[in-house]
Each structure stands twice: as structure tokens, then as C-alpha cells.
């Protein structure tokens, strides 16, 4: 483990490959013939609301019935241990970072397990399936959608991010693709403030040549190898 202060790590699908929860890629994104960016858009939501609360319906079932696995846990002890500012920001909407036991996590592209109403704008816990339309709790409207970040759509707390990626003196990338932005561009960020960069991931991804160093094999065996 280095000496560095200030560390910021983005997670992607890749660290909760592992723990059974689909990546976007594997499956070239093709969901009941939809490609996520498809099914993942406001448009898609206007167009045909029953599909998509299908499509996130499964995913909050999916999100439920998963664990975390070994490199969420290992994350969860650096975020306990480590002395100086910890950032984990992840594209994931699964809460695995935080069953694993870590506090300082940020959902930039929202979460599987929060309501968001359209009425009220009131976000709420949400565990069961939204396709049936339930009511707001709090305004009572048959209003909710999921509390995710769709393509067009602007992520979640980006200038808390970027204050971070910008201050950060390591920004570790773990098991992303690297092919969705602005979350693919917080490398260069993190270079263009002299941040170490380091890769770890199954493959190497759209963005490897910008990292220090590229590490290739599982989160599960890489990320405990890295913390340790
Ligand atoms: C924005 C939530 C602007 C949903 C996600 C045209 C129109 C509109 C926008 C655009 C456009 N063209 C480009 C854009 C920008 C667009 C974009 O980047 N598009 C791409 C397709 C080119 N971005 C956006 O739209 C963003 N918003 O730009 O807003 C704006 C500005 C002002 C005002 C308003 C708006 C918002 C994007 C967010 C979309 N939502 N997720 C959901 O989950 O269903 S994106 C989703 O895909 C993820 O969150 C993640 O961000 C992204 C990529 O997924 P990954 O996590 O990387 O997973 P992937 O499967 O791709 O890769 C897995 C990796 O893991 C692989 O590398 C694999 O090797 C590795 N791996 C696998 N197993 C393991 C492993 N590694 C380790 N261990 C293993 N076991």
C-alpha cells in the first residue's frame, strides 16, 4: 500500500462480476434484445415505462439476492483503515460496497434499492418491484421511477467528484470498461492534478494506455493484493 494521502477509487460492473450481478459488456449490454443504451434513457422510460421498470425490477431482485465478494470486502477495510481522505465512487447501482461495510461511497449513476418520484421529487429506500406502479409515499402519486443516472441523463454529485479526483494524490480504477463518460474521464483528471493511476481489471479497457499501471485478472484476487 502506498503512502498516499488522498485516495479515489472508481468501481464499475467488473468488481460485481463475481458476485453474480451481470456486467454491461459481457453480454454485449443486450438485455430481452434491448442494448442498455436503449433501455437505459429517459426517451426509452417515456416511450415504454413498462419495460424499463421491467428491466430494473430484475435488476433490484438480482441487486438482493447478491453478496459482496472479496475485493468489496477489501475496500471496505482500506475505507475503515485508511488514514487520510477515501473516496469510492461507483457506476454500480448494487449496495455491495456497503453490505461489505463501507461508508464512503458515492452512487454517481444512482441505485438499484431508491425510488425517485416525478411528482414530489422525494427519493425513498425502495426494496420491491416498481412495474406494478405503486404510490409516492410521501405525495401519494403513482410517480415513481428508479433512482438510476440514464444515458443523457447527468450523473450524481459531480462536483464533489471532480473536487476529489482533482485533490487526490492516487485514483485506482477497478473493473470498468472505461466506454461511458464523464466517469471514463476522471483518469485524465486525476493525471492532469499529478495523481498516481493504477488499473485493475479483467481485461485491458478503453482507457488502459492512461494509467500508470494496468493490472489484468479478477477484483477478487486483485484488489485484496492491492490493499494488503
Ligand atoms: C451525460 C446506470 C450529459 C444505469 C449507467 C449521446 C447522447 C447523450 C449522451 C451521450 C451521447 N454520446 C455520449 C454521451 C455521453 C454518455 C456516454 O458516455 N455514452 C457512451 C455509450 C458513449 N454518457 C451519459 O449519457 C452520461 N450523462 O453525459 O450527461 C449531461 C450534461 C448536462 C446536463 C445533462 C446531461 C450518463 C451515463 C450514465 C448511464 N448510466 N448506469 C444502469 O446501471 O442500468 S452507465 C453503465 O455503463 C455503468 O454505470 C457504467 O458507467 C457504464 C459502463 O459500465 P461498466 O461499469 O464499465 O461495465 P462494463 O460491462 O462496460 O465493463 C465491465 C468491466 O469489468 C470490463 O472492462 C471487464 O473486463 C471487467 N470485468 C469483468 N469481470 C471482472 C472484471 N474486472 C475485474 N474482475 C472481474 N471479475
Known amino acids: 500500500m502506498t ?11 467488473g468488481i460485481s462480476a463475481e458476485s453474480g450481478l451481470a456486467t454491461f459488456r459481457a453480454e454485449d449490454g443486450l438485455w430481452e ?29 438480482a441487486v438482493l ?13 482500506l475505507d ?3 488514514p ?8 454500480n447501482i448494487d449496495d455491495l460496497h456497503e453490505r461489505a461495510g463501507a461508508t464512503r461511497v458515492l452512487h454517481m449513476h444512482g441505485e438499484a434499492l431508491s425510488a425517485w418520484c416525478m411528482a414530489c421529487d ?11 406502479n405503486p404510490p ?14 440514464w444515458f443523457g441523463e447527468m450523473p450524481y454529485q459531480m462536483e464533489r467528484i471532480l473536487a476529489a479526483v482533482t485533490r487526490a494524490d492516487l485514483f485506482v480504477s477497478i473493473g470498468t470498461s472505461g ?31 492512461l494509467f500508470d499501471e494496468t493490472r489484468l485478472g479478477p477484483a477478487s484476487a486483485l484488489v485484496p493484493a492491492w490493499v494488503e
Open 3 to 13: 503512502s498516499s494521502r488522498n485516495i479515489v477509487i472508481l468501481t464499475g460492473a
Open 33 to 61: 434484445e434491448h442494448r442498455v443504451e436503449d433501455v437505459a434513457t429517459p426517451e426509452a422510460f417515456a416511450r415504454d415505462p413498462v419495460l424499463v421498470q421491467r428491466f430494473y425490477d430484475m435488476r433490484r431482485s
Open 65 to 77: 439476492a447478491a453478496q459482496p465478494n472479496a475485493a468489496h470486502r477489501a475496500l471496505a477495510r
Open 80 to 82: 475503515r483503515e485508511w
Open 84 to 91: 487520510g481522505d477515501l473516496l469510492i465512487v461507483t457506476q
Open 122 to 132: 422525494a427519493r425513498h429506500p425502495w426494496r420491491e418491484p416498481l412495474g406494478d
Open 136 to 149: 409516492c409515499p410521501a405525495c401519494g402519486m403513482a410517480a415513481l421511477r428508479p433512482d438510476i443516472v
Open 179 to 209: 466506454a461511458v463518460y464523464p466517469a471514463a474521464g476522471f483518469v485524465q483528471a486525476a493525471t492532469e492534478a499529478r495523481a498516481g493511476t493504477l488499473e485493475l481489471n479483467l481485461d485491458r479497457s478503453l482507457g488502459s494506455r
